[in-house]
């Protein structure tokens, strides 16, 4: 009788118990590493998520200053197409290039779009005129402002006259 309670008997169910307390405690341990491999993936998506919220906040907060910068350079510019004085304007030209040394720094880029065929995505008409002879149809006559791009993004689109057809056409 005490072989039944201690014995082989017990022996051999105390076996078995425990093949499946370790068979338990493996798929616990299995199913543990798994949620810690998810939460390290987590992780590291949160991690490259707020990295890109980040460089996205800098971009936004350097695009501000740099479309107020924008006015200053353009009025320099229009302050040296008046030839009063050789002074003033070598000193505003020399302001002009470190204004364009400083934008090219950041990365910003000047687009000329006079004579160029008018494209909506760098520009905005502000004027027609009737086109001259020899000129097509929506090419740029004059620019009010210029484009300005920091890498494949317009930070300004620029302001232009855009020739349209001729009164008789």
Known sequence: MGQDDNGSNGVAGGGGDLA?????????????????????????NYKKRIERQLAEIALAGKKSVLTKVLPVLDNLERAVSFEESDGLRDGLQATIRMFETALANEGVK???LKGQPFDPKLAEAIATQPAPEGVEENTVLDEAHKAYTMGDEVLRP???????????S
């Open 158 to 168: 620029a302001q232009v006259v855009v020739a349209k057809g001729t009164p008789g």
């Open 20 to 44: 499946a307390e370790l068979a338990a405690a493996r798929a616990e341990a299995q199913e543990n590493y798994q949620k810690f491999l998810y939460a390290m993936a987590d992780f590291e």
């Open 110 to 112: 000047s687009i000329s």
